[in-house]
Structures are given as C-alpha cells and as structure tokens.
C-alpha cells in the first residue's frame, strides 16, 4: 500500500491551500483516512479524520480546514483555508488500511508534504 501525497507549499497568511493523497496498491478496504502535520521542534499532531461518518478536527483549525474522501477513489482531500503561520509544518497523510476482508486495519503513512505560511 502507498500513499501519494500532493499540494502544499508557500502562502501568505489568510491564504489557502489545498492537500490530496491517493491510497493505491493491493487492498481490501480503508476504514480512515486523515492528515497529521509536524512542526520543527514538535510532536506530529492530528490535523482532521474522516472515516465513513463525520470528520473529526483539532481544535486549532476547526472552521477553517475541511477534509473530505473520495472512497471510490482512495483519496483524501484537505481544503485549508485562513492559513496562519501557526499552520506551518510537514503534512502528512495517514490511512488504515484493512488488506484481507479478515484482521484489523494497519497504519501507513505518506511521505509528508510542506506547508509554509509567511509574508
């Protein structure tokens, strides 16, 4: 199973982007899809989840980050809008991934993308 992350990159503050990652390989099924992001200097938090009910959000970027999926097409999309400085970090996508239609779910992870925002 691979993660393919895309999007990300320089904004200005107040600024959006938006964040894609396709699931692709040999699998039964995915349970939840998601984005992490990392800051220098700190721990990889949970951006958004979202799974076959509603998403789930931190705190920090409820009202202005949407995450969305497209089960049909294995992706998950991340719409980030009214950007911060504070949302500055490494964004990674995240998925469990049920490879039998047997046994629980495994974790994989993307390869991380970029998000900068500075004037």
């Known amino acids: 199973v691979q993660l393919q992350a895309s999007g990300g990159g320089l904004v200005q503050p107040g600024g959006s982007l938006s964040l894609s990652c396709v699931a692709s390989?040999?699998?039964?099924?995915?349970?939840?899809m998601g984005w992490y992001r990392q800051a220098p200097g700190k721990q990889r938090e949970l951006v958004a989840t979202?799974?076959?009910?509603?998403?789930i959000y931190t705190d920090s970027v409820k009202g202005r980050f949407t995450i969305s999926r497209d089960s049909a097409r294995n992706t998950v999309y991340l719409q980030m809008n009214s950007l911060t400085p504070e949302d500055t970090a490494v964004y990674f996508c995240?998925?469990?991934?049920?490879?039998?239609?047997?046994?629980?779910?495994?974790?994989?992870w993307g390869q991380g993308t970029q998000v900068t925002v500075s004037s």
């Open positions: 390989g040999s699998f039964f099924s995915i349970d939840d």
């Open positions: 979202i799974s076959r009910s509603s998403p």
């Open positions: 995240n998925a469990r991934v049920r490879l039998r239609s047997w046994g629980g779910p495994l974790n994989y």
